[in-house]
């Protein structure tokens, strides 16, 4: 029996690298090493036949990355605290070492592997736990990580789905200080069960007129559901929150755009979201891709 099993994590500490000077290579031909220490707060296990999810319980995820100048990247995954099933009556604790980076530069790594080998914390391998079709990316610049991977056991196997609980959408060449980039901020919160959505410089129209661009508004108190693909976002009739200030960290209640008949989606293993709501007599609709992946 296959089952997908979805986990969003926080990035809770990122150790950056030395900068290298404008007339140096980007990665200096040295060892440093970087750790990114996760927060698991969704692991949603979705059984395939019944075709619902049927699980929720947290993690913790520490990736290590060590590059070797501009030689080579390796990463490995700790995990604590992991249930793959919510019939396992224990979690484990496990990792998996040396995972060569296929692609690398000072802030980002991508790594993949058709199998690794799964090792208990005393350094004794996991027997009867094979994992197998490794993928991983992580900037630790922008504070994003995504990992999938599955597990198989003689009881079943898992499809996990590792990522951050803020997830945000593209933006081109991954700059979010550009002041005009219209994208959109899920910050998921898991005990819960509801999401606050911000936008950033977006302008709605309304019949032929536009407003302004508005900086950044928040559309909080949102429900938030498991589904197959990831995860599903809706609300009703909420107040927006509009923000002002040098840091745009001033939170206004804004009643004059409420908005109605919210729904979103977002596909964690492909990458991808859409969402649609009213406000003001306008709509506002959007299919994009999620920073998740490069």
């Not at 927060?39 to 990736?63: C, G, H, R, W």
């Not at 790594?109 to 005393?122: D, R």
């Not at 951050?164 to 919160?189: C, E, G, H, K």
Request: glycine share 6%.
């Amino acid at each position: 029996m296959k089952k997908f099993l979805f986990s969003l994590a926080l990035v809770a500490m990122t150790l950056s690298l030395t900068a290298c000077g404008d007339d140096e290579p980007s990665i200096k031909d040295e060892t440093t090493k970087e750790s990114v220490v996760g927060k698991d707060l969704i692991n949603s296990v979705i059984d395939m036949k019944q075709n619902q999810p049927n699980y929720i319980e947290t993690a913790d995820y520490t990736f290590n990355i060590e590059r070797n100048g501009s030689k080579e990247a390796k990463v490995s995954v700790s995990a604590s605290g992991v249930k793959f099933d919510s019939h396992m009556p224990f979690e484990v604790s496990f990792r998996f070492e040396d995972i060569k980076c296929s692609q690398f530069d000072e802030h980002t790594v991508s790594f993949n592997a058709m199998h690794v080998k799964m090792y208990k914390p005393t350094d004794e391998e996991y027997a009867g736990y094979d994992i197998s079709n490794v993928e991983g990316y992580i900037d630790s610049k922008n504070g994003v990580y995504s990992l999938e991977y599955i597990v198989t056991t003689s009881s079943g196997s898992w499809r996990v789905i590792v990522s951050n609980t803020m997830i945000r959408s593209t933006v081109s060449n991954n700059d979010y200080s550009a002041p005009t980039q219209l994208y959109y901020t899920y910050q998921i919160d898991i005990a819960t069960m509801k999401a606050e959505v911000f936008i950033h410089n977006v302008q709605f129209t309304v019949g032929g007129a536009q407003s302004p661009v508005l900086k950044k508004i928040s559309i909080p108190d949102l429900d938030v559901v498991a589904t197959l693909a990831g995860l599903e976002i809706t609300g009703d009739n909420i107040i927006p929150i509009y923000y002002t200030g040098e840091n745009l960290d001033l939170g206004t209640p804004y009643p004059a755009l409420i908005v109605t008949n919210f729904h979103s989606t977002l596909n964690l293993r492909n990458g991808d979201h859409s969402i649609y709501f009213n406000a003001h007599g306008g709509e506002h609709k959007v299919d994009n891709t999620l920073y998740l992946w490069k």
